[in-house]
């Protein structure tokens, strides 16, 4: 009964929250803090549901929660609730639970505080939807809501101009790669309707684990594409792939992420910690078993998240604004938690634990750093690190709390041990498995990027944390510690950037393979990566000392070099920093990336050569158009005057046409 009671608790997880936003959107203005205590409520009893599931599942992973309910026969919804799924709701709740807690505060008195705990809450329930989805299609639906309900944050105040632009930048630039998500959809129901024959018995083809019962049979189809045979398991995966790069902020897609600043600080905490940018993570994760079967797409992931962790931090050690230095880390971590991925073709299975490890992990230092960072602005009222200097003197407990965070994200700890922060315990990890990948390929590309990032991620944060809270102030701000209803919630995620990846590291991962270790998807890793495959996880725990201390000697580098240059001051940038210099107005204009997406694409191709060839082309076809009714008309016209009225000239007309109709008749005959 237990088993039973749960299934019918977990449909609650999504929809209370989602009944909280309709009962704040309605109501919210009449009660105390635009409402904000409904989707705290509802939240926590979610995240309790959450936690009492993962709990059962960590005790039998076996006992997973399926319901299925078929909609006009052939479409489903469900939900599936796995090791891999019952993560990320209650890191999701459990995150989005504090957040709300400490917004209380921080959007106290603002008139638009009843929508934003409308909309977050909304926020919530879409995300908790997507990871509890059993269907491809479901998970796409609320994958949409998500992007809307980040639309409706970023630009919550919308009477800024900046705030619009922003939230329509992220808006049409994740639409980019949810084209691409659909394209794959489309392509991959297409293909299982053709092997299966059809839709039968109300089996709904497009739930998670019929597709991957097809897997075999779709490795099998291939298309060919400027001459290549590719595989159709291939296309599909790296079209679902780039439906991940615009949500989760991969190069090139990444654009959209540090401009979402705009919105209230709760709102990037919310974003970059929980919901939005860890969609796109977890669809990978999700359909695992189709990118294990096609390990040239799990290549490209492996690439292009090593790359995207190293671009981000070459952009994050010259940025001034709080937030966005924050913001180009969690393009970084996510770089990383792709690349861990990535490396499935390699090192199978283990792939799924250290990712989503990692992903949780970063979710609570990430959480941290920006509601600190919200603190900040709160007390202090700017967000420039130029302008700040001295802040934790005026607030130690947000100092305290933030630089655990910036330990936990430089991955502080004692290689080969149990002791080091969360980031250590979770990052670590991809970076050696980066490093087994080169050692039995000879390609290095992965692990030199993850080693190069670290070094980067390294210095830029602890950049932040000299110039913020350290030294003298650099203007005449007025700071405050927050109240306990802000300072409350940063504790508590401190020591989960502390503490909970020494706590949980191998169980955890373990548990996390579980998702798709007894599955039917009977697949050689060792066969598919052709690398060595399974060796590489035999050989996971035995890598050189060297390997295993060059992460932490490299955060201990960055460390070193912020804190010569931010705190001591021994080195003078000069011109260094100055935009006199190339390589600094690069990075500083982010490798004018908004030059060539807005002016040169946009407004250059799209609303110049494109809008105009479309412009002449519609002129053409009005022509024609008009020409064609100019002709009818004027031929109607003369045509009309043969209508006369009159009876004899009609009968006239009969006489003459069966006359010649005669005399054509006896032509033809005398010829044949």
């Known amino acids: 009964m237990v088993k039973t009671a749960l299934e019918e608790f977990a449909l609650l997880i999504p929809l209370l929250p989602a009944l909280a936003f309709v009962i704040t959107f309605f109501f919210g203005r009449k009660m105390p803090s ?42 489903n919804i469900g939900i599936l609730i796995d090791p891999l ?47 509890l989805s059993d269907n491809i299609l479901q998970l796409f639906v609320s994958w949409e809501l998500v992007g809307l309900c980040s639309y409706l944050l970023i630009g919550f105040w919308y009477e800024r101009p900046s705030a619009a632009a922003a939230a329509k930048k992220a808006f049409l630039t994740t639409r980019v790669g949810d084209v691409m998500f659909l394209t794959g959809i489309i392509v991959l129901t297409s293909d299982l309707l053709k092997l299966a ?28 594409i400027f001459g290549f045979e590719v595989s159709h398991l291939t296309i599909i995966t790296l079209l679902f792939f780039g439906g991940a790069i615009g949500k989760s902020g991969q190069f090139p897609l990444h654009v959209w992420l540090p401009d979402a600043m705009e919105g209230p600080t709760t709102v990037s905490a919310l974003i970059h910690a ?116 001295g802040v934790g003197k005026v607030m130690p407990i947000t100092a305290v709390t933030m630089t655990v965070a910036a330990l936990a994200l430089a991955g502080f700890g004692i290689p080969g041990t149990s002791i080091g922060t969360s980031g250590f315990m979770s990052k670590d990890p991809i970076i050696e498995a980066a490093y087994l990948f080169g050692e039995h390929s000879s390609n290095w590309i992965p692990y030199i990027f993850s080693i190069a990032a670290a070094l980067l991620t390294s210095i830029y944060i602890f950049r932040l944390i000299f110039m913020t809270f350290t030294g003298e102030p650099r203007s005449n701000y007025h700071g405050h510690e927050s109240p306990a209803i802000m300072t ?23 548990f996390l393979e579980e998702t798709f270790a007894n599955s039917f998807v009977n697949l050689d890793i060792g066969d598919l990566a052709g690398i060595g495959g399974n060796k590489l996880v035999e050989a996971a725990g035995h890598e050189p000392l060297f390997v295993l201390w060059l992460p932490l000697l490299v955060a201990v580098v960055g ?56 412009q002449v082309f519609d002129v053409i ?9 100019i002709l009818t008309v004027g031929v109607s016209e003369e045509l009309r005057r043969v209508q006369t009225g009159v009876i004899q000239t009609y009968a006239t007309g009969v006489i003459v046409g069966v006359s010649l109709l005669i005399i054509l008749i006896k032509l033809i005959l005398e010829v044949l």
């Open 34 to 75: 635009g409402g904000a205590i409904v989707p705290i409520l509802a939240i926590a009893t979610s995240f309790v549901i959450s936690l009492i599931i993962t709990l059962r599942l960590l005790a039998n992973p076996s006992e997973v929660i399926s319901q299925s309910y078929s909609w006009f026969a052939v479409l």
């Open 85 to 131: 799924a019952a993560v990320m709701l209650s890191m999701v709740s459990f995150v989005s639970l504090l957040i709300h807690i400490y917004a209380v505060s921080y959007m106290s008195g603002d008139p638009g505080e009843s929508r934003y705990f409308a909309e977050t809450a909304l926020f919530t329930a879409a995300m908790l939807s997507l990871a």
């Open 197 to 224: 024959g059809g839709f039968s018995d109300g089996t709904y083809l497009l739930r998670f684990d019929e597709i991957f019962s097809y897997i075999p049979q779709l490795s099998t189809l291939q298309a060919n």
């Open 274 to 389: 929980a919901t939005m940018v860890t969609a796109g993570v977890y669809l990978v994760t999700r359909t695992f078993p189709m990118f294990i079967a096609a390990p040239d797409s799990l290549m490209v992931v492996a690439y292009l998240g090593g790359f995207t962790a190293l671009f981000a931090g070459t952009m994050g050690i010259v940025m001034n604004d709080l937030k966005r230095v924050l913001a180009y880390s969690t393009i970084g971590q996510l770089g990383y938690m792709m690349l861990g991925l990535g490396l499935g073709s390699a090192i199978g299975l283990e792939a799924v634990g250290i990712s989503i490890f990692h992903l949780v992990n970063h979710a609570f230092f990430k959480a941290l750093l920006f509601l600190c960072a919200g603190s900040v602005i709160h007390a202090v009222g700017t967000q420039d690190m130029r302008e700040l200097g």
């Open 488 to 510: 409350i919630p940063l504790s508590i995620l401190a020591l989960f950037a502390l503490a909970f990846g020494s706590l949980t590291r191998t169980g955890f991962m373990n």
């Open 559 to 614: 460390l070193a070099i912020s804190f010569v240059i931010y705190y001591l001051r021994i080195i003078k940038l000069g011109s260094l920093a100055s935009m006199k210099n190339p390589v600094y107005r690069l990075l500083y204009k982010r490798y004018y990336q908004h030059e060539i997406y807005t002016e040169f694409f946009s407004l250059g191709i799209v609303y110049g050569i494109i809008a105009f060839l479309s």
């Open 621 to 629: 076809i009005d022509s024609i158009v008009e020409g064609i009714g």
